[in-house]
Antibody
Framework: EVRLVESGGGLVKPGESLRLSCATSGFTFTDYSVNWVRQAPGKGLEWVSSVSSTSIYIHYADSVKGRFTVSRDNAKNSLYLQMSSLRAEDTAVYYC???????????????WGKGTTVTVSS | EFVLTQSPGTLSLSPGDRATLSCRAGQSVSRNYLAWYQQKPGQAPRLLIYGASNRATGIPDRFSGSGSGTDFTLTITRLEPEDFAVYYCQHYDDWVAFGGGTKVEI
């Protein structure tokens, strides 16, 4: 069974940092690109970042560029999102999702985790 | 910036009705790199359609996607009770963008 499990969410103050993790199982991780997508309370989906299978291609939304860093550890079948200089508008559920090719980062997203909640508030 | 505009914002229908959801791109979508997702309250999105018209694994054939260029449509031929949800389109070529969503409600 394909599984994506996000963790690391929580309550932080503006300006602080947080690291999200996405543990995966049930598929060959290195065959896939992986993504972070977020959803603010009561709002729609917002793409955050994507990384190709070997991390050659990495993309960020303008709203997080320079503050967030995506990485993956293929030996651990895991995806990470290091978030710094957090703002209130970063408050959201953060989902990881796979894209069924590894050669470029961007694509449709066929399997999603259940998400982890990040709240940025003083 | 790649913009996707979904309409209507809300669609009020009954089980058994046909639902037609629109997604319009601000510029042409190359290679029909357009996907549709369904999201129910408290759940993660689920992929329905990719490549504008290809159903994802396990998606019932009452869901279909069509369109090209800048205008795309998701059609649900006969609404089942479990189809009442929010639907998002997504562009995924040289950039990734989601539309604002259409809520299909009873």
């Amino acid at each position: 069974e394909v599984r994506l499990v996000e963790s690391g969410g929580g309550l932080v103050k503006p300006g602080e940092s947080l690291r999200l993790s996405c543990a995966t199982s049930g598929f060959t991780f290195t065959d896939y690109s992986v993504n972070w997508v977020r959803q603010a309370p009561g709002k729609g989906l917002e793409w955050v970042s994507s990384v190709s299978s070997t991390s050659i291609y990495i993309h960020y939304a303008d709203s997080v560029k320079g503050r967030f860093t995506v990485s993956r550890d293929n030996a651990k079948n895991s995806l990470y999102l290091q978030m710094s200089s957090l703002r209130a508008e970063d408050t959201a559920v953060y989902y990881c999702a796979t894209t069924p090719h590894g050669y470029k980062a961007l694509g449709f997203m066929d399997v999603w985790g259940k998400g982890t909640t990040v709240t940025v508030s003083s | 910036e790649f913009v996707l505009t979904q309409s209507p914002g809300t669609l009020s229908l009954s089980p058994g009705d046909r639902a037609t959801l629109s997604c319009r791109a601000g510029q042409s979508v190359s290679r029909n790199y357009l996907a549709w997702y369904q999201q129910k309250p408290g759940q993660a999105p689920r992929l329905l359609i990719y490549g504008a018209s290809n159903r994802a694994t396990g998606i019932p054939d009452r869901f279909s996607g069509s369109g090209s260029g800048t205008d795309f449509t998701l059609t649900i031929t006969r609404l089942e009770p479990e189809d009442f949800a929010v639907y998002y389109c997504q562009h995924y070529d040289d950039w990734v963008a989601f539309g604002g969503g259409t809520k299909v409600e009873i």
